[in-house]
């Protein structure tokens, strides 16, 4: 089993554009020795972050995040096993979306951190699932992960 951790947290640097930068840089340098996957989406001031891999691991890793600087009041929203990786393609796949875009699937009308912290379980894995499949149909296309 796969062991899964879906967080939000409030962005809380200056520069969004480079802080993402970098953290897709360490996540692409960590995550293949620890044999973690995932998906980052930064929506207009919060990440949002889906780790997979060994239960262990993947909280140790979520650990070492929760002490970063560049965010703040991580709420995890979603924490189990699952029988495979949604992800299994991407060290750390990034997936650049609008606000309004991120509102339609989610089923939501404004996209602060308060709402997208009370994000109940179903529609969170909804949300993922309607990810992945972007994700994988992006794979196809050749794009850089
Ligand atoms: C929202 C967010 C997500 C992050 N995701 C990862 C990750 O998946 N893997 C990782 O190694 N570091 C991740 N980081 C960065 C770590 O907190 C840390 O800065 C980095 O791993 C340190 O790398 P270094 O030891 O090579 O400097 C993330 C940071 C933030 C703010």
């Given amino acids: 089993m796969i062991y899964q951790i879906v967080y939000v947290s ?9 802080d993402l930068q ?6 692409r340098h960590h995550n293949p020795q620890l ?24 909280r140790e890793l979520y650990a070492k995040i929760a ?9 995890i929203l979603l924490e189990h096993q699952i029988p495979q990786r949604l992800f ?14 991120f509102c339609r699937i989610a ?5 602060d951190f308060e709402t997208l912290s009370t994000l109940g379980n179903n529609i969170v894995s909804e949300i993922l699932l309607n990810f992945a499949e972007l994700q994988n149909q992006a794979n196809g296309d050749g794009i850089a992960h």
């Fill in 22 to 27: 970098s953290i897709l840089t360490a996540s």
């Fill in 107 to 111: 089923h939501i009308k404004c996209c």
């Fill in 10 to 18: 409030e962005y809380s640097g200056r520069s969004p554009e480079e």
């Fill in 88 to 101: 299994p393609d991407w060290s750390m796949a990034w997936m650049p979306i609008s606000e309004a875009e």
């Fill in 67 to 75: 002490k970063d600087p560049r965010h703040t009041r991580l709420d």
């Fill in 35 to 58: 044999e973690v996957t995932g998906l980052l989406l930064f929506v207009r001031n919060s990440f949002i972050q889906v780790l997979e891999g060994e239960e262990t691991t993947i």
